[in-house]
């Protein structure tokens, strides 16, 4: 009498892992849309990405084409991504967006440090100049004066986004 499987009763079995067919598709789902983000992208943003010449050449067909076109081509950017390894390209698009609210946080900070030389003036003054050394503090004190004067008269705030014009050159001449 022969058994089935070749082995040896004390020998281990490997383990199978079994995959629904519903997971595969949420997976091939899910490669389809990190396609469509980079799709999104500006070319020279997806230069600096890790892309094959198949993927990089199917990706702009892809923002050429319209409507169903448009949506075959983004399916077939799935079956290539499915291909692929998905890890460095999603690592590269986290990095981007990233980047980007950190500069969106940048500008907030800037953004209420001109609120602070607007209302409280010469003491908001002093940190912007401790901070930033090469800052002109008698131009930030009459731009503050102005830009107070201009929001008690309802007029555009000219000299409000002075300061922050003159702010964010001051953080980008630090930077340097």
Request: charged share 40%.
């Amino acid at each position: 009498m022969g058994r089935k499987n070749k082995r040896e009763p004390w020998e281990e079995e490997e383990e199978i892992i079994w995959v629904s067919k519903t997971e595969m598709k949420r997976d091939m789902e899910e490669l389809q849309k990190l396609g469509e983000e980079l799709v999104a992208l500006k070319p020279s943003v997806l230069a600096k990405f890790p892309l094959d010449d198949d993927l990089r050449a199917a990706i702009s067909d892809a923002q050429r084409f319209d409507k169903e076109a448009k949506r075959r081509q983004m399916q077939f950017i799935g079956k290539l991504m499915r291909a692929r390894d998905p890890e460095p390209i999603q690592a590269a698009l986290d990095l981007l967006r990233n980047k980007h609210s950190q500069q969106s946080i940048e500008l907030h900070k800037m953004e209420k440090l001109r609120d602070r030389v607007v209302a409280e003036g010469d003491a908001a003054i002093n940190d912007v100049v401790a901070q930033y050394p090469s800052a002109d503090r008698q131009k930030l004190r009459q731009l503050a004066r102005q830009a107070k004067k201009e929001q008690e008269s309802n007029k555009p705030p000219k000299a409000y986004r002075e300061i922050f014009q003159m702010l964010k050159t001051l953080k980008a001449e630090s930077e340097d």
